[in-house]
């Protein structure tokens, strides 16, 4: 998986400021309510809304936020069409960004986020510009502090059908076909093994290295951008230097 750094991606969320933390809230809160509208609201049956419960407990979403998104879906009381779009461009360094849009104003998003590609020294791109460089994957995250035996983890992940198992200082990284979710997902709950995060994301085949200037330049993008209520999630072929 070299170079995903899905978990300093975590980590940099989890210590957002107060804008960001707000923004994000409301667009986990937005997709539980658009998957419990599409599928229901049984998990059991609904991948996206499991995945999207997911995300709100790695991101310690309140009990509350997530019932009220759940119950508005049900009752569809938000009277807002939202449409799903794909973003695509280049970030400070030539980083290749994927975002996932959800929108009730396509003019108005576009013009937001070309704004801040703008200010923040990149520039939005047509359509399949970089998507070729990315493959959809389910990736499992496993903190170090709540599971020590890498050995076992990696037997455990790769007998549940993972394709690839990465472990660094703080962590574990197992990266699957989406299709195979769930089997990793039982499995490590059989071995009472809690994950991090556990989602089903782009995966970049490569990635760029970023320091000095063109490192703080995508680290304020990606604060604009998580700032914005339309995006959804943000995909990258970057990785900061240490």
């Given at each position: 998986m070299s170079g995903h750094s899905k978990w300093a991606n975590i980590k940099r969320k989890k210590g957002a400021n107060d804008a960001i933390r707000g923004a994000l809230t409301t667009k986990i809160g937005r997709e539980i309510t658009i998957a419990v509208r599409m599928g229901g609201a049984d998990p059991t049956g609904n991948m996206r809304l499991k995945l999207a419960l997911s995300k709100a407990k790695s991101n310690n979403?309140?009990?509350?936020?997530?019932?009220?998104?759940?119950?508005?879906?049900?009752?569809?009381?938000?009277?807002?069409n939202y449409e799903e779009i794909t973003y695509e461009g280049y970030g400070p360094g030539g980083a290749a960004l994927m975002l996932d849009i959800l929108t009730d104003n396509r003019n108005r998003t576009a013009a937001s986020v070309r704004h801040i590609?703008?200010?923040?020294?990149g520039n939005l791109g047509e359509n399949g510009c970089v998507g070729w460089m990315f493959h959809k994957k389910a990736v499992f995250v496993v903190d170090r502090e709540t599971f020590e035996d890498e050995d076992e983890l990696m037997t455990i992940a790769l007998d549940a059908?993972?394709?690839?198992?990465?472990?660094?200082?703080?962590?574990?990284?197992?990266?699957?076909?989406?299709e195979d979710y769930d089997a990793i997902e039982k499995a490590l709950a059989d071995h009472k093994i809690e994950t991090a995060s556990a989602e089903i994301t782009q995966v970049p085949d490569t990635t760029v290295k970023l320091e000095g200037k063109d490192a703080e330049k995508m680290q304020n993008l990606l604060d604009a951008l998580d700032e914005d209520d339309d995006v959804q999630n943000v995909y990258g072929n970057y990785e900061f230097a240490d």
């Open positions: 979403i309140p009990k509350d936020n997530i019932n009220r998104a759940i119950q508005k879906g049900l009752g569809a009381t938000d009277g807002a590609f703008s200010k923040h020294g059908g993972a394709e690839d198992f990465e472990a660094d200082e703080d962590s574990y990284e197992i990266t699957a076909a989406p």
